[in-house]
């Protein structure tokens, strides 16, 4: 069992940045990708960005140009989200996916503010 553990969401005003951290457990298969999704309520869960422990990208064309995805290691996610705007809000999840498995944090919430 793979747990992801979240942190930096919060409260921002438009235009503002936020940093979203997740790390996983140990136990994991190295050859990954880990990456950002976001729900809105009665909305379906959608892409953020992603990135492969090899450094593979994808990201939302909503999110091109403000949000960047990081990876220290094969064990973590960052994402850094700048120019945020109200649009933005969401529950925001973090993944885990292997040739094997296929896991989910418990979601952190972000608020922008207009």
């Known amino acids: 069992q793979v747990q992801l553990v979240e942190s930096g969401g919060g409260l921002v005003q438009a235009g503002g940045s936020l940093r979203l951290s997740c790390a996983t457990s140990?136990?994991?298969?190295?050859?990954?990708?880990m990456g950002w999704y976001r729900q809105l309520p009665g909305k379906q869960r959608e892409l953020v960005a992603t990135m492969s422990s090899g450094g593979s990208t994808n990201y939302a064309d909503s999110v091109k140009g403000r949000f960047t995805i990081s990876r220290d290691n094969a064990r973590t996610v960052h994402l850094q989200m700048n120019s945020l705007k109200p649009e933005d809000t969401a529950v925001y999840y973090c993944n885990y996916r292997s040739s094997l498995s296929d896991y989910w944090g418990q979601g952190t919430q972000v608020t922008v503010s207009s």
């Open positions: 140990t136990n994991i298969i190295r050859i990954n990708t």
